[in-house]
């Protein structure tokens, strides 16, 4: 069975930085595309970030374009989230998400983490 289990989140301060991680198993990870996901409490889950398998190419939401950085270890079966100059409205619950998707910014991703949850304070 497919496993994604992310880690690395907590409170942090406004301005501050946070890595996330997401270690998979179970799947052929160097050939999927991974994506980050996050749910704000009474929200829609709502498109991060993803990463191809390769070449890597990356995507990012609008709303964190220039202050987030996705990237993936195919050796390791682990992808990262470093969150730079987060906001309080960065608060939510992020999710590793695993498949072979061609619109990565659809929640229709075959395999989900738990979530790990990033309070932001202000």
């Known amino acids: 069975q497919v496993q994604l289990v992310e880690s690395g989140g907590g409170l942090v301060q406004a301005g501050g930085s946070l890595q996330l991680s997401c270690a998979a198993s179970r799947l052929t990870f160097s050939s999927i595309t991974m994506g980050w996901f996050r749910q704000a409490p009474g929200k829609a889950r709502e498109f991060v970030a993803a990463?191809?398998?390769?070449?890597?190419?990356?995507y990012y939401a609008d709303s964190v374009k220039g202050r987030f950085i996705v990237s993936r270890d195919n050796a390791k079966n682990t992808v990262s989230l470093q969150m730079n100059s987060l906001k309080p409205e960065d608060t939510a619950v992020y999710l590793c998400?695993?498949?072979?998707?061609?619109?990565?910014?659809?929640?229709?991703?075959?395999?989900w983490g738990q979530g790990t949850q990033v309070p932001v304070s202000s």
């Open positions: 998400a695993a498949g072979p998707v061609s619109r990565v910014y659809y929640i229709t991703y075959t395999y």
């Open positions: 990463i191809r398998p390769s070449p890597a190419f990356t």
